[in-house]
């Protein structure tokens, strides 16, 4: 299994809503990733979890919440969005977790997220 | 910080060769990747480079010299499902990784 999943595809919420999206992968990864991407402009790095841990936070607003139950699971728990956060949102995952910086990532699908 | 830079677009004839040029400026140069991606979908890896020179497979070259900091992207025998975003990104020691913006391939028949 060489897949990353991320279910919903695609979400639409209002600004006071409270919804989760999740990712998923079985290949032994423990590094995992969650980006956000914008119409034709690259990936932005969120947050990076190393072996269950959080380990990179860039400075993304407190009303993204991630969370890593275990090791094959991400969550991004999102509250009270605004439209500006409209965007694809990609979940990642890399093998050793201790470099991350160069270790090759594979993405998911992505969930495409709209705010009204 | 670090400062990628490549074309925004590109079009190229089905059957040809295209190269995409990346250009970097970072300290502690630590890889570059490159990263397809078709509208609307996730990237996918297609190249790691961490030591000058070139790394073939198959119809995908990537070339790299980090003395110049500058990475290329070879397509040989372009096919229209080549129509992609093609995103070179740097790792450097200390920072995650970080993306270009990106070049839209377009082949035409």
């Known amino acids: 299994d060489t897949e990353v999943t991320q279910t919903p595809k695609h979400l639409v919420m209002g600004m006071t809503n409270k919804k989760s999206l999740k990712c998923e992968q079985h290949?032994?990864?423990?590094?995992m990733y969650w980006y956000k991407q914008k119409a034709k402009k690259p990936p932005e790095l969120m947050f990076v979890?190393?072996?269950?841990?959080?380990?990179i936070n860039e400075s993304v607003p407190s009303r993204f919440s991630p969370e890593c139950p275990n090791s094959s699971l991400l969550n991004l728990h999102l509250h009270a969005l605004q439209p500006e956060d409209s965007a694809l949102y990609l979940c990642?995952?890399?093998?050793?977790?201790?470099?991350?910086?160069?270790?090759?990532?594979?993405f998911g699908p992505g969930t495409r997220l709209l705010v009204l | 910080g670090q400062n990628i830079d490549q074309p925004t677009e590109m079009t190229a004839t089905e059957g040809a060769i295209v190269q995409i040029n990346c250009t970097y400026q970072?300290?502690?140069?630590?890889?570059l990747f490159w990263y397809q991606q078709h509208a609307g979908e996730a990237p996918t890896f297609l190249s790691y480079?961490?030591?000058?020179g070139l790394e073939e497979k198959g119809r995908f070259s990537s070339f790299l010299s980090r003395s110049k900091g500058y990475s290329y992207l070879l397509l040989k025998e372009l096919q229209m499902k080549d129509s992609a975003s093609y995103l070179c990104?740097?790792?450097?020691?200390?920072?995650?990784?970080?993306f270009g913006k990106g070049t839209r391939l377009s082949v035409i028949a």
């Open positions: 990642a995952s890399s093998q050793d977790g201790v470099v991350v910086y160069q270790e090759t990532q594979y």
């Open positions: 290949m032994g990864h423990r590094a």
């Open positions: 979890y190393s072996y269950e841990k959080l380990s």
């Open positions: 970072t300290s502690g140069f630590n890889g």
């Open positions: 480079n961490v030591l000058d």
């Open positions: 990104a740097v790792g450097a020691r200390g920072t995650p990784l970080v």
